[in-house]
């Protein structure tokens, strides 16, 4: 039982143009229009892990999680019906459109958003072919990256995560009555992080990190940014907890993304601790 990697997130976004620019030319990210008018994003092997949908608002579309193996997958579904949440199994069509083998939908009870599971995701025989001049990105077995949400309950979102969604604690942050919890399913230190529901709302995305095969690549897309007048909210810095080196800019969506390095593997002899800021020196808040 439980998800095994962040497999892919979709975006409904109002400014498509610019979504492209930083997307394409900043995170260097190949890009596979559909006939619909969305475009679907690859940065590895599989078919795409980022989609962009065209859209009068914006908002997070869906969050979809890899599960290995089928009996793993109608495990977690079990599980999430016997908390009763209504999972769906989805049609043949939103399979084709996700390039996924098998697929279910629910929507998170924690945090208020369109959830999927899927087995079997589809994987391009040809190599990654980026739109700038990068080394790749860490994902594989890790996943896309990891995501981070505002929540009202964090004991009982946390809860939930681990014991239906199959995570476990990596550590905490606690910070200027911010406390957060990190999250993993897999040896990337966190897949996901959960956060109480201040100064953020709750069911609302903070940030999406993706994680470089080199540091330069994320240097040299800090200049990007600069460059093109790309909102910088956090500078360059080391976190303290998973000792990722990375900068976070805001999206034109609102959001933030989060470009790092270097970030810490979860192994046999972890241990959990409670650290009581997030960086190890830098990433200070623009302004600040």
Same mark, same amino acid.
């Given at each position: 039982?439980?998800?095994?990697?962040?497999?892919?997130?979709?975006?409904?976004?109002?400014?498509?143009?610019?979504?492209?620019?930083?997307?394409?030319?900043?995170?260097?990210?190949?890009?596979?229009?559909?006939?619909?008018?969305?475009? #679907?994003?690859?940065?590895?092997?599989?078919?795409?892990?980022?989609?962009?949908?065209?859209?009068?608002?914006?908002?997070?579309?869906?969050?979809?999680?890899?599960? @290995?193996?089928?009996?793993?997958?109608?495990?977690?579904?079990? @599980?999430?019906?016997?908390?009763?949440?209504?999972?769906?199994? +989805?049609?043949?069509?939103?399979?084709?459109? *996700?390039?996924?083998?098998?697929?279910?939908?629910?929507?998170?009870?924690?945090?208020?958003? *369109?959830?999927?599971?899927?087995?079997?995701?589809?994987?391009?025989?040809?190599?990654?072919? %980026?739109?700038?001049?990068?080394?790749?990105?860490?994902?594989?077995?890790?996943?896309?990256?990891?995501?981070?949400?505002?929540? $009202? $309950?964090?004991?009982?979102?946390?809860?939930?995560?681990?014991?239906?969604?199959?995570?476990?604690?990596?550590?905490?942050?606690?910070?200027? #009555?911010?406390?957060?919890?990190?999250?993993?399913?897999?040896?990337?230190?966190?897949?996901? @992080?959960?956060?109480?529901? #201040?100064?953020? %709302?709750?069911?609302?995305?903070?940030?999406?990190?993706?994680?470089?095969?080199?540091?330069?690549?994320?240097?040299?897309?800090?200049?990007?940014?600069?460059? =093109?007048?790309?909102?910088? =909210?956090?500078?360059?810095?080391?976190?303290?907890? #998973?000792?990722?080196?990375?900068?976070?800019?805001?999206?034109?969506?609102?959001?933030?993304?989060?470009?790092?390095?270097?970030? *810490? +593997?979860?192994?046999?002899?972890?241990?959990? *601790?409670?650290?009581?800021?997030?960086?190890?020196?830098?990433?200070?808040?623009?302004?600040?």
């Amino acid at each position: 039982m439980g998800v095994d990697s962040l497999g892919y997130v979709a975006f409904n976004v109002s400014k498509l143009d610019e979504w492209r620019a930083l997307l394409e030319k900043v995170f260097g990210m190949e890009p596979r229009p559909r006939g619909d008018g969305a475009i #679907d994003y690859r940065i590895d092997s599989y078919h795409h892990r980022l989609t962009l949908v065209p859209s009068d608002s914006d908002s997070v579309t869906v969050i979809g999680w890899e599960v @290995a193996t089928v009996a793993k997958l109608e495990a977690t579904v079990d @599980a999430l019906r016997k908390r009763q949440v209504v999972v769906t199994a +989805e049609t043949a069509a939103l399979c084709d459109e *996700r390039k996924v083998k098998q697929l279910y939908s629910f929507t998170c009870p924690m945090i208020g958003n *369109r959830q999927e599971l899927y087995f079997g995701p589809l994987v391009s025989n040809t190599p990654f072919t %980026p739109s700038r001049g990068i080394s790749g990105y860490k994902t594989g077995a890790l996943g896309l990256g990891h995501v981070v949400y505002w929540v $009202d $309950d964090l004991s009982a979102s946390v809860k939930f995560y681990e014991e239906v969604m199959g995570f476990a604690v990596s550590d905490y942050i606690a910070w200027d #009555d911010n406390d957060a919890v990190f999250l993993h399913c897999n040896p990337r230190h966190h897949t996901l @992080a959960l956060m109480k529901a #201040d100064p953020g %709302p709750a069911g609302e995305l903070m940030h999406l990190l993706v994680e470089a095969q080199s540091l330069d690549d994320v240097g040299y897309g800090y200049d990007l940014v600069r460059d =093109m007048g790309i909102p910088v =909210m956090i500078e360059p810095g080391k976190h303290s907890n #998973d000792h990722m080196q990375s900068f976070y800019l805001q999206t034109p969506s609102g959001f933030w993304m989060e470009y790092g390095f270097g970030g *810490r +593997e979860i192994g046999p002899d972890w241990e959990i *601790r409670n650290y009581d800021a997030p960086m190890l020196w830098g990433h200070r808040f623009v302004g600040a």
